[in-house]
């Protein structure tokens, strides 16, 4: 019996040691992407420029 609820015991901290690395590579995926789409927007902005930025009438 004591090894049974050991054994289960175990277990248990198997599960929660697994939920919270998952979660931790969750947190880290999501950094991760964050960082990515702002180089993404400062690309956008360096390649294309401001969207408000207008062209000159003259220019045309």
């Known amino acids: 019996m004591q090894f049974e609820l050991s054994v289960e015991r175990a277990a ?3 599960e929660q040691a697994a939920v919270v ?3 931790t ?4 995926l999501k950094a ?3 960082r990515l789409e702002g180089q993404v927007q400062d ?6 420029g401001p969207k ?4 000159d009438p003259a220019q045309l």
Do not use: A, N, V
């Open 43 to 48: 690309y956008r902005h360096t390649k294309f």
């Open 21 to 23: 690395e998952k979660d």
């Open 52 to 55: 408000s930025e207008k062209l």
């Open 32 to 34: 991760l992407i964050e």
């Open 25 to 28: 590579f969750i947190i880290e």
């Open 12 to 14: 248990r901290q198997h």
